[in-house]
């Protein structure tokens, strides 16, 4: 098993950046693929963004697609999500996610943090 913790949430004005960063421990990150998810009140957990394993692969949702970045660093057994340009509507709580052979559905990943809070004002 692996054990996740998210860190660097916060608040922050339109326009912005914040670097979301989650640590892991136990089993080595390095195999897994592993992803961001956010959840905002009164609406569902959607996909962020993806990684595989060795980091050569990524996958973005739409709505953050040029603003968003995924990396990790499997020699630190930590994964990032560097996010720019950021607006009120990816106001949420951002949970990162491990998983064997996982996608862009949460059901896909087995391992969860318990998420970091981010908040964008205008």
């Known amino acids: 098993q692996v054990q996740l913790v998210e860190s660097g949430g916060g608040l922050v004005q339109a326009g912005g950046s914040l670097r979301l960063s989650c640590a892991a421990s136990?089993?080595?990150?390095?195999?897994?693929?592993v992803g961001w998810f956010r959840q905002a009140p009164g609406k569902e957990r959607e996909f962020v963004a993806a990684?595989?394993?060795?980091?050569?692969?990524?996958y973005y949702a739409d709505s953050v697609k040029g603003r968003f970045t995924i990396s990790r660093d499997n020699a630190k057994n930590t994964m990032y999500l560097q996010m720019n340009s950021l607006k009120p509507e990816d106001t949420a709580v951002y949970y990162c996610?491990?998983?064997?052979?996982?996608?862009?559905?949460?059901?896909?990943?087995?391992?969860w943090g318990q998420g970091t809070q981010v908040t964008v004002f205008s």
């Open positions: 996610a491990a998983g064997e052979t996982p996608w862009t559905n949460a059901y896909e990943y087995k391992y």
């Open positions: 136990g089993r080595t990150l390095s195999r897994y693929a």
């Open positions: 990684i595989d394993r060795s980091g050569g692969s990524t």
